[in-house]
């Protein structure tokens, strides 16, 4: 307990010291294609270990999905040289923390230590790359954990499905069709050896970066990195051809039902270009000119002046070959979805047909200043930019530079953006809907 609140107070004290300053690293590769960035911040006694794996969702083939997640949580299951369930037990005990997300895109593993724990931190990602333990066990022992996941955070939760509904009507033959964390009978029908077989192709060095990033000494680390990651044998060339999406030229207009509202919502939802992309970035910045804050156009107009919302958002989902972007409002009262889509549709309009003001202008560029700083505000938050960086977007420098692609966006490219991306004929409008009582029983 003591150990833990230590690393929370030095990683509290190095995001003070580290705002504003451009971050430093050194990267390459070892002979095996592992790629290793290292990143040296000696202001607090904290280290954080990471690797990241150019695999997702996405990454599966017709009536496997959901591998990638699966994997998420396979591969704390043990390994060769961890015993089955031990591995939350080594970190907490000595002081650390560490988890795992997926994305459509990638999966990230992370642990945070004390800085004299960073061999701990190498080995244990060295273990879970080189000997992960993939039997029986461990598979109908996740299936199980992956199912209550699905239960609690899809099937009981309120709008839990909502992204997956926009994915499904959004994509015909790409994987983003399917939710990321995949159909159950899906997993329930996979062989072991098709376990065995997915984590042959992934999860080699050549498809994954290690980011070291805080107190370290890096001569002394990179001797670390060599001894435990160097002997990985090089995995198998991972190749994706996916089918390209044809571009939607009619509005498409869907129903899906939620057992778990009571409150319909009004989604309007487009597919957009890839987070890699500049047209991404703009995208980014229309919707927080949309709906980032109270004063933003769609909450002030539809939720404080008109009162027909309850809440009300636009996103910019952000994905490595397509994006999704959506607008969405809860009505309040008796106002109809059927309302809320054409007051979205207006908002959306004055941004296709007019350039934004000159002073909402300056509060975006202030805005996404802000969030810049933060992202880099910790060690932790650190590791994760350099990772995604080199991986999804192939340029490890936007961790410093990547304000400036939002410095160099203009109102006439917001509005030239826009127009291209965020048309009627563009887009799907979704009613999500409680189920009916009738079929609820």
Same mark, same amino acid.
């Given at each position: 307990?003591?150990?833990?609140?230590?690393?929370?107070?030095?990683?509290?004290?190095?995001?003070?010291?580290?705002?504003?300053?451009?971050?430093?690293?050194?990267?390459?590769?070892?002979?095996?294609?592992?790629?290793?960035?290292?990143?040296?911040?000696?202001?607090?006694?904290?280290?954080?270990?990471?690797?990241?794996?150019?695999?997702?969702?996405?990454?599966?083939?017709?009536?496997?999905?959901?591998?990638?997640?699966?994997?998420?949580?396979?591969?704390?299951?043990?390994?060769?040289?961890?015993?089955?369930?031990?591995?939350?037990?080594?970190?907490?005990?000595?002081?650390?923390?560490?988890?795992?997300?997926?994305?459509?895109?990638?999966?990230?593993?992370?642990?945070?230590?004390?800085?004299?724990?960073?061999?701990?931190?190498?080995?244990?990602?060295?273990?879970?790359?080189?000997?992960?333990?993939?039997?029986?066990?461990?598979?109908?022992?996740?299936?199980?954990?992956?199912?209550?996941?699905?239960?609690?955070?899809?099937?009981?939760?309120?709008?839990?499905?909502?992204?997956?509904?926009?994915?499904?009507?959004?994509?015909?033959?790409?994987?983003?069709?399917?939710?990321?964390?995949?159909?159950?009978?899906?997993?329930?029908?996979?062989?072991?050896?098709?376990?065995?077989?997915?984590?042959?192709?992934?999860?080699?060095?050549?498809?994954?970066?290690?980011?070291?990033?805080?107190?370290?000494?890096?001569?002394?680390?990179?001797?670390?990195?060599?001894?435990?990651?160097?002997?990985?044998?090089?995995?198998?060339?991972?190749?994706?051809?996916?089918?390209?999406?044809?571009?939607?030229?009619?509005?498409?207009?869907?129903?899906?039902?939620?057992?778990?509202?009571?409150?319909?919502?009004?989604?309007?939802?487009?597919?957009?270009?890839?987070?890699?992309?500049? +047209? *991404?970035?703009?995208?980014?910045?229309? @919707?927080?000119?949309? $709906?980032?804050?109270?004063?933003? &156009? !769609?909450?002030? =107009?539809?939720?404080?002046?008109?009162?027909?919302?309850?809440?009300?958002?636009?996103?910019?989902?952000?994905?490595?070959?397509?994006?999704?972007?959506?607008?969405?409002?809860?009505?309040?009262?008796?106002?109809?979805?059927?309302?809320?889509?054409?007051?979205? +549709? *207006?908002?959306?309009?004055?941004?296709? @047909?007019?350039?934004? $003001?000159?002073?909402?202008?300056? &509060? !975006?560029?202030? =805005?996404?200043?802000?969030?810049?700083?933060?992202?880099?505000?910790?060690?932790?938050?650190?590791?994760?930019?350099?990772?995604?960086?080199?991986?999804?977007?192939?340029?490890?420098?936007?961790?410093?530079?990547?304000?400036?692609?939002?410095?160099?966006?203009?109102?006439?490219?917001?509005?030239?953006?826009?127009?291209?991306?965020?048309?009627?004929?563009?887009?799907?409008?979704?009613?999500?809907?409680?189920?009916?009582?009738?079929?609820?029983?």
């Amino acid at each position: 307990m003591k150990k833990n609140l230590f690393v929370g107070l030095c990683m509290g004290m190095l995001a003070f010291t580290v705002q504003g300053q451009e971050v430093a690293y050194e990267e390459y590769d070892l002979d095996n294609g592992l790629h290793v960035i290292l990143h040296q911040d000696n202001g607090a006694p904290v280290v954080t270990t990471s690797v990241m794996y150019h695999v997702g969702g996405k990454d599966r083939s017709e009536g496997r999905t959901g591998f990638a997640h699966f994997f998420e949580h396979l591969l704390f299951e043990g390994t060769e040289n961890i015993d089955r369930g031990q591995w939350f037990d080594i970190v907490s005990s000595r002081g650390g923390k560490n988890n795992a997300n997926t994305s459509q895109d990638r999966t990230y593993y992370y642990e945070v230590f004390p800085s004299n724990n960073l061999e701990l931190g190498l080995w244990l990602e060295s273990e879970r790359m080189l000997h992960p333990v993939i039997d029986q066990v461990g598979v109908d022992t996740q299936n199980e954990v992956v199912k209550e996941e699905k239960r609690l955070r899809v099937d009981n939760s309120p709008y839990g499905n909502l992204l997956n509904v926009v994915g499904e009507n959004l994509f015909k033959v790409h994987p983003y069709k399917d939710p990321n964390i995949g159909y159950m009978e899906d997993l329930d029908a996979a062989t072991l050896e098709e376990f065995i077989d997915y984590k042959n192709t992934y999860y080699g060095p050549n498809n994954a970066v290690l980011v070291v990033a805080g107190d370290i000494d890096v001569a002394k680390t990179k001797k670390m990195i060599q001894d435990y990651f160097g002997p990985i044998p090089t995995g198998k060339e991972v190749v994706r051809n996916y089918p390209k999406e044809a571009p939607i030229t009619e509005e498409i207009k869907a129903q899906a039902f939620d057992n778990n509202i009571q409150i319909p919502a009004a989604v309007v939802a487009y597919r957009t270009p890839g987070f890699a992309t500049r +047209e *991404a970035y703009v995208l980014d910045m229309i @919707s927080s000119y949309l $709906s980032d804050g109270k004063s933003s &156009k !769609l909450y002030k =107009k539809m939720v404080d002046d008109q009162k027909q919302a309850l809440q009300v958002g636009a996103f910019n989902v952000g994905q490595e070959d397509y994006g999704m972007y959506l607008v969405f409002g809860l009505p309040l009262g008796d106002v109809s979805l059927e309302t809320l889509v054409s007051e979205m +549709e *207006a908002e959306i309009s004055a941004v296709r @047909s007019d350039l934004i $003001s000159e002073s909402d202008y300056q &509060k !975006l560029q202030n =805005k996404f200043e802000n969030q810049f700083v933060n992202s880099n505000s910790s060690v932790e938050g650190i590791a994760n930019s350099l990772a995604r960086n080199f991986m999804l977007y192939g340029d490890t420098s936007l961790i410093n530079k990547e304000i400036d692609i939002y410095r160099s966006v203009t109102r006439e490219e917001i509005q030239k953006v826009a127009e291209a991306y965020l048309k009627p004929n563009q887009r799907v409008v979704i009613d999500y809907l409680p189920t009916p009582k009738e079929e609820t029983k």
